[in-house]
């Protein structure tokens, strides 16, 4: 089996992402994040797609994806990513992601956790296939930026 090319703790990439289009199923995020409404007691679905730069030691590139967010009925917002990394050699890594957003008292941000998984077929990146990642951060739901930052478990 091949050793990953990182060591525990170290940063695999940090990324600066924007949201491009949003679309919810009849409860809308402003109004939960506004304290307008509390989530349906089913709970309710927003889905997020995004973009913008990676950057690390050993990926730098772009992502684009989407974000299938879960509203639970008391608020907790579970994330369930599935993206795309093209490198700037123009290869590509899948993305999964799943976490957990949380909103930051001091600030109008949420706080990001996530668990990371990256899998690519390319040789040259071969090695993000025995790579698993946590990342934290914060998103800015006025301005849509979402700012992460991914470390090596």
Known sequence: MASTPFALGEILYDATLHFTK???YGFSMAALLGGQAAPPPAGSQIDVWFEGPVSGSK?????SGIDYLQIRADGQV????????????GERIAFFGEGVVRPDPATAL????????LT?????????NTVVG?????????TGEIKVKV???
């Open 134 to 142: 946590w990342g934290q951060g914060t998103v800015n739901p006025a």
């Open 120 to 128: 690519s077929s390319f040789p040259s990146y071969a090695w993000v």
């Open 110 to 117: 949420l706080q990001l956790r996530e668990n990371i998984a």
């Open 78 to 89: 579970r994330l369930h990513i599935h993206a795309e990394i093209t490198t700037g050699d």
């Open 151 to 153: 470390y090596t478990v």
């Open 22 to 24: 949003v679309t919810d």
């Open 59 to 63: 990926i730098k590139g772009h992502m």
